[in-house]
């Protein structure tokens, strides 16, 4: 039973006890999965499978942690300026929580998927998951066009379950995206179960679209393991309605990538179905736009925007990019260390990049964004932890491409292959969202990369098992 409330519950981005010290201790699904671990221990009466952490993720871990010491250290002797000159033992210790509590949830994924059935429940939330989303995202949608009506259950969703940036300076009761209530009735913009328009965009986009599109590749349904694809069709529909209007350039480019994914993956005739609607799409937008204007500040807003760097947005965005990269060039080996990137923001933000509201606002504050995930990752912890991780990756690909070619079982190895795709395809929207603002950190992705690792482990198991019992005859 619990495994149909594991991917739902994960896509909950709201903190729900924010006096507690570090990230994951703020959200309620990281309890959830210490229950799971302590029901699971209760159950097998302390025995826990050797295979869930190997000698080579320990050493790993344990290189993590010395580099990252060493890398801190550095930056500390570096910084001059006191402001962003951070209590190194501070941040060690909170890197090793970090890195900790993603572990509960790795653990949490091993121990718990570990049989077809629990598989097919997992997936069978994750449709839940979907269709809340979807819910609560079109609610606030329908809210910019009938305010009157849909009034209640946003304020109900703003109170209750909405994620929500901390306030931008000391002393401010809440951030300026909120402050007529909700992210929706401030901003006019549709911002899911996350903070923003362009987080929901991101959410939506990787953590439900590769197993859509997946489906459609396979002509198999993944959330019902049956192989009619309808529901599948009308979920990309909506999730592609969403983006196109959520008043964001990144949800506009993440549904022309996710677009371009089901063409490529469609029949002929829906290729064609697929091309009338994507023609027909920007000319009702333009010819509606000039007599909406939620949906001419789509085009002429939030997607010109883009190229004007007199918009602070897009003026931070790129600048601290540029910033960024500097860095990664100045530290490419091992990095800055976890949580020292704001004073090398702070010192490689481009001149031009500095003459707005926003740049103002985290220099105040001594707090500057990754507006660049992937940068971001590289400046905090070195090419060489990425070099390591890119390969992991790479192999756990190649894995999933093995084991469903070596299923005897038609329907396993149509389950197999679809979530070998839908891995391919989380990778490559994961990837291209970490260029933007990702929180790659946050339970959700977490927990569906550990759903893949978990669930290969389990499938490898099960093959060699039936190789042993059933060797080949010569």
């Known amino acids: 039973?619990?495994?149909?409330?594991?991917?739902?519950?994960?896509?909950?981005?709201?903190?729900?006890?924010?006096?507690?010290?570090?990230?994951?201790?703020?959200?309620?699904q990281f309890y959830f999965f210490i229950l799971l671990i302590i029901l699971y221990?209760?159950?097998?009466?302390?025995?826990?499978?050797?295979?869930?952490?190997?000698?080579?993720?320990?050493?790993?871990?344990?290189v993590l942690f010395i580099i990252q010491f060493c890398a801190m250290l550095i930056s500390s002797y570096r910084i001059d300026i006191i402001q962003y000159d951070y209590n190194i033992i501070r941040q060690y210790i909170a890197l090793i929580v970090f890195i900790l509590s993603i572990t509960i949830y790795y653990f949490g994924m091993r121990l718990t998927i570990n049989s077809y059935n629990a598989i097919n429940k997992f997936l069978r939330g994750g449709k839940i998951a979907l269709i809340f989303a979807l819910v609560v995202s079109y609610i606030q949608l329908f809210y910019i066009f009938f305010p009157n009506i849909f009034e209640v259950p946003v304020n109900f969703i703003a109170s209750t379950i909405e994620a929500r940036w901390g306030p931008?300076?000391?002393?401010?009761?809440?951030?300026?995206?909120?402050?007529?209530?909700?992210?929706?009735?401030?901003?006019?913009?549709?911002?899911?179960?996350?903070?923003?328009?362009?987080?929901?965009?991101l959410f939506l986009s990787i953590i439900f679209a590769p197993f859509l599109v997946s489906s459609v590749k396979n002509r198999f349904n993944i959330f019902t393991q049956r192989e009619s694809l309808i529901s599948i069709y009308v979920f990309l529909a909506l999730i592609l309605i969403i983006l196109a209007m959520s008043k964001?350039?990144?949800?506009?480019?993440?549904?022309?990538?996710?677009?371009?994914?089901?063409?490529?993956?469609?029949?002929?005739i829906r290729k064609l179905?697929?091309?009338?609607?994507?023609?027909?799409?920007?000319?009702i937008f333009y010819g509606y736009g000039n007599?909406?204007?939620?949906?001419?500040?789509?085009?002429?807003?939030?997607?010109?925007?883009?190229?004007?760097?007199?918009?602070?947005?897009?003026?931070?965005?790129?600048g601290n990019t540029l910033a960024l990269i500097q860095t990664i060039k100045e530290n490419l080996f091992i990095g800055v260390g976890r949580g020292y990137l704001d004073y090398y923001i702070f010192k490689n933000m481009p001149e031009w990049a500095t003459h707005n509201f926003e740049y103002n606002i985290f220099v105040s504050s001594g707090w500057f964004p990754v507006l660049s995930s992937i940068f971001g990752l590289l400046a905090e912890y070195g090419v060489v932890f990425f070099i390591y991780i890119a390969f992991y990756i790479k192999r756990l690909i190649q894995r999933w491409h093995?084991?469903?070619?070596?299923?005897?079982?038609?329907?396993?190895?149509?389950?197999?292959?679809?979530?070998?795709?839908?891995?391919?395809?989380?990778?490559?929207?994961?990837?291209?969202?970490?260029?933007?603002s990702l929180d790659w950190f946050a339970s959700v992705y977490i927990v569906i990369f550990f759903f893949f690792v978990s669930t290969l482990s389990f499938i490898e198991r099960e093959s060699l098992k039936f190789e042993t019992s059933n060797?080949?005859?010569n």
Do not use: C
């Open 291 to 318: 007599q909406n204007l939620y949906f001419g500040d789509i085009f002429s807003v939030y997607l010109n925007k883009i190229a004007d760097f007199d918009v602070a947005s897009t003026a931070n965005r790129f």
């Open 168 to 201: 931008e300076l000391p002393g401010e009761e809440v951030h300026r995206f909120y402050v007529n209530g909700s992210y929706v009735e401030t901003t006019q913009r549709v911002n899911g179960l996350t903070e923003e328009a362009s987080t929901n965009a």
């Open 41 to 62: 221990i209760i159950k097998s009466k302390g025995k826990i499978p050797k295979l869930i952490l190997t000698q080579r993720w320990v050493i790993f871990l344990g």
């Open 471 to 473: 060797p080949k005859k």
């Open 402 to 436: 093995n084991v469903s070619l070596n299923l005897s079982d038609t329907k396993k190895q149509k389950i197999v292959k679809t979530l070998a795709d839908a891995l391919v395809y989380y990778i490559l929207l994961g990837v291209f969202g970490l260029f933007f």
């Open 1 to 28: 039973m619990l495994e149909y409330l594991l991917w739902p519950i994960s896509t909950l981005f709201k903190s729900f006890f924010d006096s507690v010290p570090f990230y994951h201790g703020k959200h309620i």
């Open 248 to 268: 964001t350039s990144l949800g506009l480019i993440m549904a022309a990538l996710i677009l371009l994914l089901w063409f490529r993956e469609a029949s002929i």
């Open 273 to 283: 179905v697929l091309l009338a609607f994507i023609l027909l799409l920007p000319l």
